[in-house]
C-alpha cells in the first residue's frame, strides 16, 4: 500500500465528522490534540512533529486504541439510531 494514500479517506466531505468524532473518543475538544492526548494515556512517547524514534509497536498502540474507540463509538450511536426507529 502507498504510504502517500496512507491519511486519505473514501468521502473526503467526511473529514470533519471524523475528526469531530476522534476529539469525542480521545475527551478533548481539539481534534488535533486527540492522538497525543491517547499516547499520553498509554504512556507512548509521541510528540508534535518527528517522531522517527517511535517503535512500529508504540505508534500501532496509539493508532489502534484510537481507531478501536471511534469503532466502538460508531457501534453505539448505531445502535442507538436503530432502537429509535
Given at each position: ?27 478533548t ?57
Open positions: 500500500m502507498s504510504r502517500r494514500n496512507k491519511n486519505k479517506i473514501l468521502v473526503p466531505e467526511a473529514r470533519q465528522g471524523l475528526d469531530q468524532l476522534k476529539a469525542k473518543v480521545a475527551g475538544n481539539d481534534p488535533e490534540q486527540a492522538k497525543y492526548e491517547i499516547a499520553k494515556e498509554i504512556g507512548v512517547p509521541l510528540n508534535n512533529g518527528y517522531n522517527g524514534k517511535l517503535t512500529s509497536e508504540e505508534a500501532g498502540k496509539v493508532g489502534g486504541r484510537l481507531g478501536g474507540n471511534m469503532v466502538k463509538e460508531l457501534v453505539k450511536m448505531a445502535q442507538e439510531n436503530l432502537s429509535k426507529k
